[in-house]
């Protein structure tokens, strides 16, 4: 009995001690949901709940902070009859809204910490049913459907354009702050990698370093390759952006954005390396590049902007894993870079961008271009683009007759030309909906050399596939893109 | 007939109404700005802030759902919502910059304004406080 009634007791103590508990949580709850910047542009009325919050913890005043917040929030302001206590508040405000614009530091990590993300669902398929063929070197694939840049088959995907991302921003005090940057693709089973890692300090107004892990800023679109948002297309015209098979670096930047009257210049330096394993164990290759570094330029003058970037590194890789000793790099000079234009007025957009890839010893020369235009009638934008990508450079590697050297230099030559047809539809403010068919015709190196040139473009390496019979083949694309 | 004559004559009557009021781009009585260019405007708010006269000056936004935040940007900067989003997107995610801080509506802007010389903003025309300038009007 008396086991009983004390357990009432402290039952009914347990209740009231959750309730309160319950109410804190709730306000606090409420105000670092606001915090975590789920409105891309709310970080304001975030930190402003924050202060209130942190105002009256301060003064241990939570039960009149809560009257306070509800009074606010039902009153709307508007409807405060009362001129004092509208004066007051409007002083309280303008007092919170001060403390949230301060850039001194501050000891809430909710006032330093800001996160944004992107994500893409997407469908992609093409339409050519046929299998690959034998050839006249043995093919591995034989049988097997064509892909479209290594993996897309004539099967509706679910995983090539399917990733998400998620980017923490920390300020570290007035004039550092540090990034970080998590990409997980479908292709990779979401397997989280790092795109950016650094952290950024302003030497001067409008100079920033940056070191740590950069995405490369190879062509004008690079850096943002994954947020599909950021772009009209489902997928970047593969002509420029399927040329460079890595996106990230270690290393360094400076960056020194300046105003000359009505232009704004962005003028980036760069300096790192690149460390990558590709191809399935045990048969894999090291990749390594060195000296990786570059410049580019990023101006914008009213409705139009232009780009130009270069980029240059040395280029060691081992091929004795797969066979091809003689077909080994070392310290090989490649070179890339780009010109872009854009004008974009709101409604017409049109944009050019033509790239270049150059190279030493058997791996092509290569370059890509493309041609983009598009007309949005409110939400929708319906675009039309042209790309055109090929390699050359070839002619002394093929004469000279190595094997090895042949084979892989007949396997990395592409050539193709496409028509994308696309509609972009704003579904909400952050999100879009993309409908995209991108149809290549003029995919066949064999002016080259007749015998084991890639006649397929994009759709398969393998110099024994045999050549694509379908006409028009094209791949099918559909996305919705977030950003948030 | 005649219910539809009057709807006519009605929306003539009111369809002026309908237009958006103008919108001015003002600051604090106190900062020394008086005046900024088309293009600076375009600049400091594509960067959310800059120098307008050897000022720094710091943008503010009206929120994401006001009317007079699309009128302002659509004819000082020639953007849809979706094209400013599209824009922030592409320097939040290169780590290049971060939009203006958005204040809840137009009496926070006033008030913001009012006390901070070192902000800029906009207001529909007929909203000007007393303890605000206007630097730019908007076409």
Redesign the interface.
């Known amino acids: 009995m008396v086991l009983s009634s004390r357990r009432t007791v402290s039952v009914r103590r347990l209740f009231d001690a959750c309730f309160c508990y319950s109410l804190a949580m709730w306000w606090r709850f409420a105000t670092m949901h606001n915090n975590v910047n789920i409105d891309f542009f709310g970080g304001l009325v975030a930190a402003i709940t924050c202060e209130v919050q942190e105002y009256y913890e301060d003064k241990m005043r939570l039960p009149r902070g809560l009257l306070w917040g509800a009074v606010w929030v039902a009153s709307g302001g508007a409807f405060a009859s009362d001129a004092a206590s509208l004066n007051d508040l409007e002083e309280r405000l303008y007092r919170l809204e001060q403390d949230a614009t301060s850039t001194s530091p501050s000891d809430n990590w909710t006032d330093r910490v800001s996160i944004n993300g992107f994500v893409t669902y997407g469908l992609t398929r093409h339409n050519v049913h046929e299998k690959q063929g034998a050839g006249i070197f043995p093919n591995p694939e034989q049988g097997k459907p064509f892909y479209y840049l290594d993996t897309l088959s004539d099967e509706v995907s679910h995983r090539e354009l399917s990733r998400v991302g998620l980017q923490f921003d920390v300020k570290v005090n007035d004039r550092t702050s540090a990034v970080v940057q998590i990409l997980g693709q479908a292709i990779d089973n979401y397997d989280a990698e790092v795109q950016w890692a650094f952290v950024d300090y302003e030497l001067l107004p409008g100079l920033h370093w940056r070191g740590g892990r950069l995405v490369l800023p190879t062509f004008m679109h690079s850096q943002y390759l994954n947020v599909g948002y950021a772009y009209h297309w489902a997928a970047l015209p593969s002509e420029v952006y399927g040329t460079v098979p890595f996106d990230t670096f270690d290393g360094m930047d400076l960056t020194w954005s300046v105003n000359t009257g009505p232009l704004s210049h962005e003028l980036s330096a760069f300096y790192g390396g690149v460390d990558l394993e590709d191809g399935d164990p045990p048969v894999t290759v090291d990749y390594e590049l060195r000296n990786y570094m570059g410049a580019n330029l990023r101006s914008s003058w009213g409705s139009l902007n232009s780009w130009l970037s270069y980029t240059e590194s040395t280029f060691t890789a081992d091929f004795a894993s797969l066979g091809l000793p003689s077909a080994s790099l070392d310290k090989e000079v490649l070179a890339s870079g780009s010109i872009g234009l854009g004008y974009d007025n709101g409604s017409f957009m049109l944009m050019a961008e033509r790239s270049y890839y150059d190279s030493d010893n058997w791996i092509p020369d290569r370059w890509g271009g493309y041609v983009s235009t598009g007309y949005r009638f409110g939400k929708w934008m319906p675009h039309l683009t042209w790309g055109a990508t090929n390699s050359t450079g070839l002619g002394e590697v093929l004469e000279e007759g190595d094997p090895a050297k042949v084979f892989l230099a007949q396997q990395s030559m592409v050539r193709s030309k496409s028509w994308t047809y696309g509609l972009r539809y704003d579904l909400a403010p952050g999100v879009d909906v993309k409908l995209e068919a991108q149809t290549f015709y003029d995919m066949s190196t064999s002016s080259y050399r007749q015998e084991g040139a890639n006649l397929n473009g994009m759709f398969t390496s393998s110099v024994s596939a045999g050549e694509i019979d379908t006409d028009d083949p094209t791949v099918y694309r559909l996305s919705v893109d977030a950003v948030f | 007939m005649k219910a539809l004559k009057t709807l006519v004559v009605s929306m003539l009557v009111l369809l002026p109404l309908q237009v958006l009021a103008e919108v001015v781009v003002v600051v604090s009585n106190d900062s020394p700005i008086s005046t900024i260019?088309e293009?600076?405007l375009?600049?400091v708010y594509?960067?959310g802030a800059?120098q307008v006269d050897g000022q720094r000056v710091?943008a503010l936004?009206l929120?994401?759902e006001n009317r007079v935040r699309e009128q302002f940007y659509?004819q000082a900067l020639?953007?849809?919502?979706?094209?400013m989003?599209?824009y922030?997107?592409?320097m939040?995610?290169?780590?290049?910059g971060?939009?203006?801080?958005?204040?809840?509506g137009v009496?926070?802007m006033q008030?913001?304004l009012e006390?901070?010389p070192d902000f800029i903003g906009y207001l529909p025309g007929n909203q000007v406080s007393s303890g605000l300038k206007v630097i730019y009007r908007l076409p």
């Open positions: 260019s293009s600076r375009r600049q594509l960067e800059g710091t936004d929120s994401e659509k020639g953007k849809t919502p979706a094209g989003k599209s922030w997107a592409r939040i995610f290169t780590g290049r971060a939009p203006p801080r958005s204040v809840s009496h926070e008030i913001m006390n901070n």
